[in-house]
């Protein structure tokens, strides 16, 4: 904004960009929250009980790179999931330096839960979307993301390699 515009002249939040994906955010979590919270778990959880469950991940740091989360932030998240029996934590018996990361019987039994409710979730919130839609929202997302060069997708789905592309939808 120049000095010559005053507040009046500058778009409002609500019609930005970033509110909008904030906010898509912030929902999305919301509801995931609600939908795995009998298990035990928080939406922030769900993607390291995903990325032990499938292998791609078997350290805090890995954890850390893999989700954008710095390594106190990691930790403290890894520490719930150990108090709640998610997680075990060992030494490698190669490296006394590294943590090694493994789900306990209930972190497995909630990952095999967690396809099914995030994908009801999502079904919910896309109501209404065709499947163009999902599908275009899903390239713009991932066009979006793939402009900053230092983050590495966990995902990549539809036309990509490794997780299947969002719900679709029943419309």
């Not at 292998?55 to 932030?73: K, M, N, Q």
């Not at 490296?95 to 789900?103: A, K, N, Q, S």
């Amino acid at each position: 904004m120049n000095d010559s515009a005053t507040a009046a002249d500058a778009p409002g939040i609500e019609a930005g960009l970033g509110y909008f994906l904030s906010t898509a955010r912030n929902v999305l979590a919301t509801r995931m929250d609600r939908a795995v919270a009998p298990l035990g778990l928080t939406s922030s959880q769900i993607g390291v009980v995903l990325l032990l469950w499938h292998g791609r991940a078997r350290t805090p740091f890995e954890l850390s790179r893999a989700l954008s989360y710095d390594t106190g932030s990691m930790t403290r998240l890894l520490d719930r999931l150990q108090h709640k029996g998610f997680v075990d934590r060992r030494r490698s018996s190669a490296d006394r330096r590294v943590i090694e990361l493994t789900l306990t019987p209930k972190g497995g039994d909630a990952a095999r839960q967690l396809p099914a409710l995030i994908d009801a979730v999502l079904r919910e919130q896309l109501r209404g979307f065709s499947a163009a839609d999902v599908a275009m929202l899903v390239g713009l997302l991932r066009r979006f993301i793939a402009n900053d060069p230092q983050t590495e997708p966990v995902c990549l789905g539809a036309g990509g390699s490794g997780a299947a592309p969002p719900a679709m939808p029943d419309s």
